[in-house]
């Protein structure tokens, strides 16, 4: 476990940046494998594991977006798009596709390594954080969320009303902002057993949380849908 190697995977076609990501990226420690087209990412990705992944926007088969949309269907891996200067890039959009973090060329170094150590520690922490949660309050959007007394206030101190299920699920949730929760992770978090297909109660509490939190209608809403993956929470920043 501790020889292990984080595993990044560079989604690259100009070779002059790919080949700086790789010597960078190794000499930092970790273990990087390159792809300069999309059809290449898909064969690495399916034949090895990979922790991280680093994403061109501007591919010349096929564009990140939709290599986005096709790592999203199948894992939860982190992924952080690089977009080029003339790249307009809509952030929502991208976070609703579950892209983890943006970077845009030219970047410092020192920037990646920064938000590749970030993002790693979320991930580390979230899996870690559904067996155990922390017991420290957090806040968010006017709200503060109380592990040990399992509550949740406003900043002015009304209670919000919620069930049991409802407050593992926003716990689970608010712990992992901008990480796509899957439906298994937040059944087993709102009810200690495994997500049957047919069961959409999941849905229905997410539905609740949303109506009891997003008092604000003219806001996105605090829980995003990941299509085909599950809820992913996205903080108002004010
Ligand atoms: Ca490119």
């Known amino acids: 476990?501790?020889?292990?190697?984080?595993?990044?995977?560079?989604?690259?076609?100009?070779?002059?940046?790919a080949k700086l990501l790789h010597t960078y990226l190794e000499r930092e420690g970790y273990a990087v494998s390159d792809s300069d087209t999309v059809a290449a990412m898909r064969r690495t990705v399916e034949s090895t594991q990979v922790d991280l992944v680093l994403l061109d926007v501007g591919l010349p088969d096929e564009d990140g977006w939709s290599a986005l949309k096709w790592l999203r269907a199948r894992s939860d891996v982190p992924i952080?798009?690089?977009?080029?200067?003339?790249?307009?890039?809509?952030?929502?959009?991208?976070?609703?596709?579950g892209a983890d973090?943006?970077?845009?060329?030219?970047?410092?170094?020192?920037e990646l390594l920064a938000r590749i150590r970030t993002i790693l520690r979320r991930t580390e922490k979230a899996a870690i954080q559904v067996e155990a949660p922390a017991d420290e309050k957090i806040?968010?959007?006017?709200?503060?969320?109380?592990?040990?007394?399992?509550?949740?206030?406003?900043?002015?101190?009304?209670l919000l009303h919620l069930t049991q299920a409802e407050y593992r699920i926003l716990a689970l949730l608010v712990r992992n902002p901008g990480r796509v929760i899957v439906r298994d992770d937040l059944m087993s978090a709102a009810a200690g057993r495994d997500w049957d297909p047919m069961d959409r109660s999941i849905d229905v509490h997410v539905s609740n949380l949303r109506k009891k939190l997003d008092l604000d209608p003219d806001l996105p809403s605090?829980?995003?849908?990941?299509?085909?993956?599950?809820?992913?929470?996205?903080?108002?920043?004010?």
């Open 1 to 17: 476990m501790i020889t292990n190697k984080v595993k990044i995977l560079a989604v690259e076609d100009d070779r002059s940046i």
């Open 80 to 97: 952080i798009m690089l977009t080029g200067k003339n790249e307009t890039i809509d952030k929502v959009i991208g976070l609703e596709l």
């Open 101 to 110: 973090d943006y970077l845009s060329k030219p970047f410092e170094f020192r």
């Open 139 to 158: 806040s968010f959007a006017g709200w503060v969320l109380d592990p040990t007394s399992q509550l949740v206030k406003s900043d002015d101190g009304d």
């Open 222 to 238: 605090l829980i995003r849908t990941v299509r085909g993956a599950g809820y992913m929470f996205v903080p108002k920043r004010n």
